[in-house]
């Protein structure tokens, strides 16, 4: 059963989240909250596998909701996902920095929901690939973050390989075809890499990626 917490600070917007994911069998929404400050709270009270986090609200926002819950040591296994109306901003960034799994645009289809807080239950980035073509193109303008690509030479090769292959989008099954590997050696490669960039899940791993220079934005490949 996946545990789900809604925070957003329209009661009809949360009204209509619940009722799609309390009509799935292995979803249970465990409770709700009206802004960041309660929704923190409630995610310590409750443990739920993903936190439905709305970025904009009065008081404590999503954004800094987000990192209270992602410095949190009792709430590492909680994944957060922010939603917004407002599509890719600097407010999505800023909560993929803080620790943000992925986000979602509230206009949604009803099943691409239901499919993204499974994903995330299951600790994997949420992240489009027209999301994914949106973050390349952030980065394509800006230099290489030197802490970052200095934090790289920390991997071994296969490591930053698998990390190139999660900032594509793939999966571990996926990235284990494709490194001709096993899927439990790619998920150890993923989570080694993980460990050494301080990355809290996949999700940061591709940020990590754009700004490190890693990935090469125009090519869309590893940087040479």
């Known amino acids: 059963m996946i545990r789900v917490l809604l925070v957003d600070d329209q009661p009809l917007i949360r009204s209509g989240f619940r009722a799609l994911l309390d009509a799935e069998d292995d979803i249970e929404v465990v409770a709700e909250a009206g802004d960041g400050s309660e929704g923190v709270a409630l995610a310590r009270q409750h443990l739920p596998d993903v936190v439905l986090l709305d970025i904009r609200m009065p008081k404590v926002d999503g954004i800094e909701a987000t990192r209270r819950i992602a410095t949190d040591p009792d709430l590492g296994g909680v994944h957060v996902v922010v939603l917004t109306n407002y599509g890719l901003d600097e407010y999505v960034f800023d909560a993929l920095r803080a620790g943000a799994a992925g986000f979602l645009v509230k206009d949604i289809l009803p099943e691409d929901f239901l499919h993204a807080i499974r994903v995330a239950a299951r600790g994997d980035a949420l992240l489009a690939p027209?999301?994914?073509?949106?973050?390349?193109?952030?980065?394509?303008?800006?230099?290489?973050?030197?802490?970052?690509?200095?934090?790289?030479?920390h991997l071994t090769t296969?490591?930053?390989?698998?990390?190139?292959?999660?900032?594509?989008?793939?999966s571990n099954d996926e990235i284990a075809g494709r490194m001709v590997i096993s899927p439990v050696t790619a998920k150890t490669h993923v989570n080694r890499a993980m460990t050494k960039l301080h990355a809290r899940d996949r999700a940061q791993l591709v940020i990590i990626a754009y700004e490190s220079g890693l990935i090469a934005p125009r090519g869309g490949g590893p940087a040479e």
């Open 130 to 153: 027209s999301i994914t073509r949106k973050l390349i193109d952030r980065y394509v303008t800006q230099p290489p973050h030197v802490r970052t690509a200095a934090a790289l030479t």
């Open 158 to 170: 296969r490591e930053r390989e698998a990390v190139t292959l999660v900032a594509h989008g793939l």
